[in-house]
């Protein structure tokens, strides 16, 4: 396989992946799979809140898009935005009980969702593989991208 044969595979499994996924969240839990990435990342983060400049960095959703997104957030009572004393220039968006609620509530189907379209495709090795072989291309991508102090 050559190089650009890997990219175009990626790119088309992306494309067709991520539409079934948002489907099934927002079929079962009105929940579209913006809205979870955010949410997740939300909750993997300490005291379960980011600057949306770290948000913007950290989440799937362009960073063009997270403010949007999290406007949507805050007014499905999801998300609340809190004041960030270190900046008064930004604000931290911050995970409600509720958004944890409808995270906890959605994780299953997202998995399942994972397994049955992904991982589910190839043996254990192959998705250890595929892991392996992105993760090192997002950490070589990631130490030489200059983040702003957020």
């Known amino acids: 396989m050559d190089n650009t044969a ?3 595979g990626l790119l088309r499994v992306h494309a067709a992946l991520v539409p079934l996924l948002d489907q099934e969240l927002q079929a079962a839990h009105g ?6 990435d955010v949410l997740l990342e939300l909750d993997a ?9 770290d948000l913007g960095a950290a989440a799937v959703v362009s960073r063009s898009r997270v403010s949007r997104v999290v406007d949507e957030l805050v007014r ?4 609340e935005r809190e004041p960030n004393p270190g900046d008064k220039r930004s604000a931290f968006a911050k995970l409600t009980p509720e958004g944890w609620a409808r995270l906890a509530a959605a ?3 997202y998995l399942a969702g994972i397994e049955r379209h992904f991982t589910g495709r190839m043996t254990a090795a192959e998705a ?3 892991a392996t072989a992105l993760g090192k291309v997002l950490r070589a991508h990631e130490a030489t991208v200059i983040r702003p102090i957020g």
């Open 6 to 8: 890997a990219w175009a």
């Open 128 to 130: 250890t593989t595929v």
């Open 45 to 53: 983060a300490p005291e379960k809140r980011l600057t949306m400049t």
């Open 107 to 109: 994780a299953p189907t």
């Open 31 to 36: 929940l579209p799979l913006t809205w979870y």
């Open 76 to 79: 499905a009572g999801l998300v």
